[in-house]
């Protein structure tokens, strides 16, 4: 197999050296691309352009953060060189935010249709200051939180219909395209199940579950029946662990956050605002609360 310097010699020694070819095998990809087939003067001079585009392609591919913003005609394709009958073919392969099928694997979704998983960023409404501001933040955050740069989620609330579980479910997918394992738990149902699992072992387990996902995602939280025991045993415990560890936890409620927190006192006790007041304080920990008021055209 030739060495790279031999290309640039044979080009220099016929006395026509090509400066385009020249600065393409400058990239450390199309070089050893190059060297790896062992492809002649002739095929590189054929294939220019397919190299060129890959070229300029990968640059576009190394600056995107997401399916979000794709800038490329074939939406989360990237740019892949190969050899087709002695000719530089450019082909397009999934990149790696266009892992659809296996991200849906990465989703653990609980009580939630799965056609709410069909739900994208793309397709965000963008009616209203408020959504703006969600929009933004959400781009914000998929482009900055990482496992060392802790950014709270989000706590969306409004009344029904505005959109607010299309919202969570277009995060999901995202989160789950970027690696993360996804747990989506429609909250009322979710307790039901926990009240009807005491004593049976299973328990722990689902709590252990809620506290350790890598991404926690709880929808409609407040919508469920009130139970001391779920705020104390449940909710507080699962809450702290996830302050405790920066771990991202998303929300969504009919309730603002500090009204959520009145709605689970059992009466006007000291003791009963003091949990009611952790409650809140957990949340506010973890996420950034906004309130919706438009609903979306697009029917959620």
Known sequence: MKKIDNYLHEYADKGNPDETIDKLLEDPVISRFVMKNDLKHSTIVMGINQLLSFQEGKKICNECKGLYECKLPHLGMTPHLAIYNQDISLDYVKCKYNLIDDSKAKINAYYVPKKVF??????????????????????????????????????????????????LAAIANEMARKGYKVTFVYYPDLVRELKSSIGTGTLEDRVNELKTAEVLILDDIGGETYSAFIRDEVLGPVLQHRVLDELPTFFSSNLKMKVLA???QSNDSDNEKVKALRIYERIYSLASEFVLVEKPVRSS
């Not at 200051?129 to 969600?134: G, H, L, N, P, V």
């Open 262 to 264: 009145q709605s689970m």
């Open 118 to 167: 069909n739900a994208d960023l793309s397709d965000f409404d963008m009616i209203g200051s408020t959504r703006k501001e969600i929009h933004k933040y959400i781009m914000d955050y998929l482009n900055k939180h990482s496992e060392t740069n802790h950014v709270k989620g989000l706590y969306l609330t409004g009344p029904f219909g505005v959109g607010k579980t299309y919202i």
